[in-house]
């Protein structure tokens, strides 16, 4: 259970941060001077810590260089009046998290909170691969897979992980490109310093930047304080840029000069800061077609590209299949406190037989679902999601597959590869539209193609089917 540590003499606050969280997974502790804050931090190891500026005994920035020099993970919240603001922008200088101000929004304190404790399992609990390993050990996030494609992931982690170059994670959405990101971080020479991760298709355009590079007040209409970026809070550690095939072309831009120079500018300044930070970039989409169409800068991809990682689709792993429902089972049922201890075989089937369009993803939130709805120690398909109960294809890779090849060469040789080519691209268009429920940019982002290069296959299928019912009428 994550645990949030509030050093705060108001008994308002207290109760304040007691209510906000009473009905979430995060408990909270209370204390009301820095000397007990900071003999609790040490007890207790909190996931997050609050701190007011002002405390009876010591300042909260004096607290918080103490908790510097035994801990320096922690993610660190600081709670201010406009009058203290500076110490706070200090705090963050010095790598704390952020910032909350007097009076205090109850739903800006658990966004924030959340996210901090996010941010401080990335930093604690380790990102490790099943090559090396105890799949029982439940205090570790795992890379999952023991296939030849994941064992090249592995191996590409051990090659980069310790050089300080920058890193291209590659994959759809839902193949674990976060995991591998921290992998590389924990890891790496930089791994007692912060890990930041942003995703670039989360966060508005018009606020991709401040919350990347940071801003000055009055930068813009709402601007009224001084903000410390993703990237300066990173002093020292490694920053993940999520999805950074959504970049605009401006933010594009001063991605590029960040990664040339190590300097960067907060809006609003003509001040440039000097950064030691390394990137681990990752997206879901086709740079280099979208190099070729002029939508991602061939300067930035080829700085980001300095090594590559990537990372199969779980269609391509049915290997790894049983290994993810025996890890998924064993973690969620403790997670969940059910008692379920084994999957039914026509369970298994039914897994090896569904494509996974949302990959590891969504394989996770099945076994989740199924779970929750679970009863006795064994689990059925009927407590599956719908989505699994009614699929009655057969996977792209699989007996489906090699028997449309075969009959393919066997009848029309000639045309076999565009026939085989074609109902292969009929099927995860097809797929993927559902799973999108319709959404063309979605979808487009999921197969890593531009959404004029969808709208075109889509209407080469509509037009081939309209040529097949023609012909099958006459």
């Given at each position: ?11 308002a606050?207290?109760?304040a ?6 009905r979430s ?7 009301s ?22 405390l ?21 919240i ?28 109850l739903a ?5 909170v959340?996210?901090?404790?996010r941010?401080?399992r ?6 490790i ?5 105890d799949?029982s050990?439940?205090?570790v ?36 490109k976060?995991?591998v ?16 991760a ?7 355009e018009t606020?991709?930047?401040?919350e990347?590079?940071?801003?000055e007040?009055?930068?813009?209409t ?10 300066e809070q ?7 840029l ?11 831009a ?7 120079e ?16 390394r990137?681990v ?12 169409n002029g ?5 930035l ?7 590559t990682?990537?990372?199969p689709p779980l ?12 890890h ?5 049922a403790?997670?969940?406190?059910r008692?379920?201890?084994?999957i039914?075989p026509?369970v ?13 993803r969504?394989?996770e ?8 709805t679970?009863?006795?120690p ?18 792209a890779?699989g ?8 009959s ?11 026939a085989?080519i074609?109902e ?9 539209m559902?799973?999108c ?6 979808a487009?982002?999921?197969l ?11 209407r080469?299928?509509?037009a081939n089917a ?9």
């Amino acid at each position: 259970m994550p645990t949030l540590l509030l050093i705060d003499d108001e008994s308002a606050i207290q109760h304040a941060f007691r209510r906000a969280f009473e009905r979430s997974s995060i408990g909270v502790e209370v204390a009301s001077r820095g000397i007990e804050g900071l003999k609790q931090a040490r007890s207790l190891q909190p996931d997050v810590i609050i701190i007011d500026v002002g405390l009876p005994d010591m300042s909260g920035l004096d607290v918080y260089r103490q908790l510097l020099e035994f801990d320096s993970r922690t993610a660190v919240i600081f709670i201010t009046g406009h009058g203290s603001t500076e110490t706070a922008i200090e705090a963050v200088q010095l790598g704390a998290f952020d910032y909350l101000f007097k009076p205090l929004e109850l739903a800006e304190v658990r966004k924030l909170v959340e996210q901090a404790v996010r941010i401080s399992r990335s930093m604690r609990v380790p990102a490790i691969t099943t090559a090396t390993a105890d799949v029982s050990d439940q205090n570790v996030d795992l890379l999952v897979g023991r296939c030849n494609a994941m064992k090249n992931v592995y191996r590409d982690i051990g090659r980069v992980a310790a050089r300080d170059v920058t890193v291209l994670v590659l994959g759809e959405s839902g193949t674990g490109k976060e995991l591998v990101a921290r992998a590389i971080f924990q890891h790496s020479q930089r791994r007692e310093g912060p890990f930041r991760a942003v995703n670039c298709a989360a966060i508005p355009e018009t606020l991709l930047e401040s919350e990347l590079f940071g801003h000055e007040r009055g930068a813009f209409t709402g601007a009224e304080e001084r903000r410390i970026g993703r990237i300066e809070q990173c002093e020292g550690g490694t920053l993940f840029l999520d999805e950074i095939g959504d970049m605009t072309p401006l933010t594009q831009a001063k991605i590029l000069r960040f990664l040339q120079e190590r300097e960067f500018e907060r809006v609003g300044s003509g001040q440039s800061i000097k950064a030691n930070v390394r990137v681990v970039a990752a997206t879901n989409r086709n740079l280099e077609d979208m190099v070729a169409n002029g939508t991602f800068r061939a300067d930035l991809f080829y700085r980001l590209n300095a090594y590559t990682i990537q990372l199969p689709p779980l269609r391509d792993r049915e290997a790894d299949i049983d290994l993810l429902a025996e890890h998924f089972l064993r973690r969620f049922a403790r997670d969940l406190s059910r008692g379920v201890t084994t999957i039914a075989p026509e369970v298994i089937e039914r897994f090896h037989a569904y494509p996974w369009p949302g990959n590891v993803r969504e394989f996770e939130s099945v076994i989740r679902q199924a779970l929750l709805t679970s009863t006795g120690p064994v689990l059925l398909p009927d407590f599956l999601p719908e989505t699994l109960l009614n699929f009655e294809g057969q996977p792209a890779s699989g007996d489906s597959l090699d028997g449309l090849i075969r009959s393919q060469l066997a009848a029309h040789p000639e045309s076999a590869y565009a026939a085989v080519i074609g109902e292969v691209e009929r099927q995860l268009l097809t797929i993927v539209m559902q799973q999108c429920d319709g959404n063309l940019s979605q979808a487009a982002r999921t197969l890593g193609i531009t959404r004029v290069t969808l709208r075109n296959k889509l209407r080469e299928l509509d037009a081939n089917a309209d040529d097949d019912s023609e012909s099958g009428d006459d």
